[in-house]
């Protein structure tokens, strides 16, 4: 007899992953497939050094996961989002402006944790659930749509039906190619490198932007390491300079990020390796299909500018999932899938196109460029209704604003 689910997901990426949590524990049966086994030691090779900051509109989705009492042992807050405009002659800070989660709500923005760390506690909290079946090592690789499943087939050749297949297997997702669904990419010739400091200035969870040339320069607080304060760092710069920046011996390397930072921790020393990660826009036609939905980086891609990517994710996953139990008895109809599409895709490409638009300013070259993007902050900033609207359009919040108890 072939094996049946309520709920496939390709991809164990932290969506994947998060999304096989959230279904086994609201009590779908799931099984999640991978072709590579998440890597959950730092140290490893292939370990995923990024951070993520998760929002406060993402924490009730952990919760519900079962994930946020593992998790925020770990997470470092972030009560302030500084933005700096280094724009000038020098690397130096020539505009400062501070957003203060107080100012719109009584809990901090968000809570960082890195990536590798992430992976770790969501495997461990698969192993608690009896429904869920993760499968690293085999792929999606076909499906075929029937009137009540999806017959799905792996890349070791075993197939499985399921009512509801979910794409969360990244930017070049087989299942949006199996849906024949198309995405519109923009390419900005830009790199980013993310990488961790420690520094002799305590962050006091306040989370620094840094704008020059070429993107942002980004540090977001960490737990002390080794009892010194620490931060984790997304430098965006052109292709060709984070190439150079990568390969730089780790005393220049040390010199050339202070410098960038505008010395705003104070000297940066280097405490994990350096990884790159290409930048690009992307955006799929649709984000469902027949028996089928597409989650997280399939969905949507952006560059790493006010922490939104996977906190676009579990607002896709928060969506989905309510759907799903509003339609137990056949989670993958069209009640389920068109819904989704619907109530996500314009949401989605707002955010997309924003976030566009920061990234083209904070990349300008020229210093005319420069000075003018200084003065829109500048502007922004100084209309306390225009910058408690900017913060809670940041966070996903509606108009007045939502309390979170993390506890
Ligand atoms: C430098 C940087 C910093 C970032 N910081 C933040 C942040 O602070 N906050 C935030 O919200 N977001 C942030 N993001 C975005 C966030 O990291 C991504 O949204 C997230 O990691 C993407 O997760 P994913 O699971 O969608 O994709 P992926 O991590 O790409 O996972 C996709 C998975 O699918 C698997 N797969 C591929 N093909 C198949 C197949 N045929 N079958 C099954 N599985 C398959 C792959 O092996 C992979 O494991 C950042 C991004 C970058 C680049």
Not at 150 to 179: H, M, P, Y
């Amino acid at each position: 007899m072939r094996e049946t689910t309520d709920i496939l997901i390709s991809g164990g990426g932290v969506a994947g992953l998060a999304a096989a949590c959230a279904f086994g524990s609201a009590g779908f049966s799931v099984i999640c497939v991978d072709p590579t086994p998440p890597v959950t030691d730092v140290d490893a090779d292939g370990a995923d050094l990024r951070t993520t900051a998760f929002l406060q509109p993402s924490i009730p989705v952990l919760q519900a996961a079962g994930l946020w009492s593992r998790l925020a042992p770990h997470a470092a807050p972030l009560q302030v989002m500084r933005i700096i405009d280094a724009g000038g002659p020098e690397p130096e800070a020539r505009l400062t402006k501070d957003f203060d989660a107080s100012d719109i709500s009584d809990a901090p923005f968000g809570w960082n944790l890195p990536n590798w760390l992430l992976r770790r506690e969501m495997v461990a909290r698969l192993a608690d659930l009896p429904n869920v079946s993760f499968r690293p090592g085999i792929g999606f690789a076909r499906m075929l749509t029937r009137q009540a499943e999806a017959l799905v087939t792996f890349t070791d050749g075993t197939q499985i039906a399921a009512k509801l297949v979910i794409g969360a297997d990244g930017r070049t997702s087989s299942v949006r190619e199996a849906l024949g669904i198309a995405a519109r990419t923009t390419r900005y010739g830009q790199k980013a490198l993310a990488f961790a400091v420690a520094h002799d200035i305590p962050h006091q969870n306040v989370s620094t932007e840094v704008h020059r040339k070429g993107g942002p320069f980004t540090l977001v607080p960490l737990p002390d390491r080794n009892g010194r304060p620490a931060s984790a760092v997304v430098w965006m710069e052109t292709g060709p300079e984070i190439a150079r920046l990568a390969a730089l011996a780790v005393p220049a390397f040390e010199a050339e990020m202070t410098a960038r930072s505008a010395r705003v921790l104070g000297p940066l020393t280097l405490i994990s390796r350096r990884s790159v990660w290409p930048i690009i826009s992307q955006i799929a036609d649709r984000l469902s299909g027949p028996r089928a939905v597409l989650l997280a980086e399939a969905a949507h891609v952006v560059p790493p500018i006010g922490a939104q990517g996977l906190n676009m994710s579990l607002a896709d996953l928060s969506t989905l999932l309510t759907l799903a139990d509003q339609h137990r008895d056949d989670p993958g109809q069209p009640a389920v899938t068109e819904t989704y599409h619907r109530q996500r895709h314009l949401e989605v490409q707002a955010r997309v196109t924003g976030i566009d638009l920061l990234n083209r300013a904070s990349m300008a070259h020229a210093p005319i460029l420069r000075d003018l993007r200084a003065k829109a902050l500048d502007a922004l900033y100084s209309a306390r209704p225009v910058r408690q609207m900017l913060m809670r359009a940041g966070l996903g919040l509606g108009p007045k604003g939502t309390k979170t108890d993390p506890s």
